[in-house]
């Protein structure tokens, strides 16, 4: 196992990469958490949130391609999901050095994306509704209005970034792709499992008790499976390694 892996985290909508920083006492040693900010909240609050998914993923893939690691891994829930699979695609485009593996939670994959769905989710109700069938909002948000105002204006410009995004088929990634699920989640193992076909390496999917936020709800069972499947991609690169040399 190597002495360091970085593991790049993406946000879900409406959300900041904050939401990860929980996972800090589950995680080995071995395992530096990054969350990936977006620009607009958190402590990139002053920059300007971005609506165009393209424009975004651009932007977050300079960053990660002149801030990465020797050992790193992308992860993403949900929108997050798809922002790390462009990310991978721009860097792969830009011919830079890729992840050892893309870590996809929660989201259809890319073939499967519909971005008119996000772009008839207009209105304050919508949105606020939208949230509430997902789960994964404490109660007590939607009983602070000035909170559940500023957690709504995020999940619409993430909305619009989600409902810009346009599926090309493009080469397969030569990297193992890992994807993981709540049993309860309207998604569906079949819209997860189509991950498969971004990949020539291995892929993975690993179902967990929950819905849509299921890696809130069996927290400590998904760290341990992501756990394994980023020590598996490590295992894998440097069995890759002694086979060239």
């Known amino acids: 196992m190597p002495s360091h892996v970085a593991l790049y ?19 080995p040693s071995w395992v530096e958490l990054i969350p990936v900010e977006l620009p607009g909240r958190g ?11 393209r424009r975004l993923v651009e932007i977050l893939s300079q960053e990660i391609q002149s801030a990465a690691k020797e050992n790193y891994v992308l992860f993403g829930h949900s929108m997050g ?21 893309l870590l996809v939670s929660g989201c259809e994959a890319p073939v499967r994306q519909d971005g008119e769905r996000y772009r008839r989710i207009r209105t304050e109700a919508a949105l606020v509704a939208d949230l509430k069938k997902q789960g994964g909002t404490p109660e007590e948000v939607f009983d602070n209005p000035e909170l559940l105002a500023m957690i709504v204006d995020l999940l619409r410009i ?16 030569s990297i193992p792709i890992h994807c993981f699920g ?8 079949d819209n997860l499992s189509l991950w498969q076909q971004e990949g020539s390496q291995i892929f993975t999917l690993d179902l967990f008790d929950g819905g849509h936020f299921f890696l809130r709800e069996s927290e400590a069972a998904f760290v341990h499976v992501l756990m394994k499947r980023m ?5 894998g690169k440097m069995s890759d390694s002694s086979a060239v040399a």
């Open 231 to 235: 020590q598996e991609s490590q295992v």
């Open 9 to 27: 985290c993406l946000p879900c909508a409406g959300a900041s990469a904050v939401m990860y920083l929980r996972w800090k006492r589950l995680l």
């Open 182 to 189: 709540g049993r309860s989640d309207s998604i569906g193992t």
């Open 81 to 101: 999901a798809l922002l790390a699979y462009g990310i991978t695609r721009q860097l792969y485009q830009l011919t830079s050095r890729l992840p050892d593996a």
């Open 158 to 173: 993430d909305y619009r970034v989600c409902g810009s995004f346009e599926y090309l088929k493009e080469e397969l990634l």
């Open 43 to 53: 402590s990139r609050l002053g920059k300007n949130p971005q609506e165009n998914y």
